[in-house]
């Protein structure tokens, strides 16, 4: 079993920048994606990002345009780049280790909170 640890969550302004990063305990390289997710209170959780293991990245039309997801193998780790931030993107993000396309079962980070707020 993968531990996942988020980090680069914080306070920033509207309009503003984040990294979000994702590390992984063991290697990613053979799951089938990585995901990341958001939830913001009294919402369900919503999925945000995926970059699949060939590195095909895939976006929520919220977040079309202003975040990035990217994958480093070598260091076990996923990024999330977020910009022109508003505070609706204001939630706890949470990373996702996909192990199978076909069940959906997977792994979860416990989460990084983002506020976006002036």
């Known amino acids: 079993q993968v531990q996942l640890v988020e980090s680069g969550g914080g306070l920033v302004q509207p309009g503003g920048s984040l990294r979000l990063s994702c590390a992984a305990s063991a290697s990613i390289a053979s799951y089938a994606a990585m995901r990341w997710y958001r939830q913001a209170p009294g919402k369900g959780r919503e999925l945000v990002a995926t970059i699949t293991g060939g590195g095909l990245p895939n976006y929520a039309d919220s977040v079309k345009g202003r975040f990035a997801i990217s994958r480093d193998n070598a260091k076990n780790t996923v990024y999330l780049q977020m910009n022109s931030l508003k505070p609706e993107d204001s939630a706890v993000y949470y990373c996702?280790?996909?192990?199978?396309?076909?069940?959906?079962?997977?792994?979860w980070g416990q989460g990084t909170q983002v506020t976006v707020s002036a």
């Open positions: 996702y280790a996909l192990i199978s396309l076909f069940t959906g079962n997977g792994f």
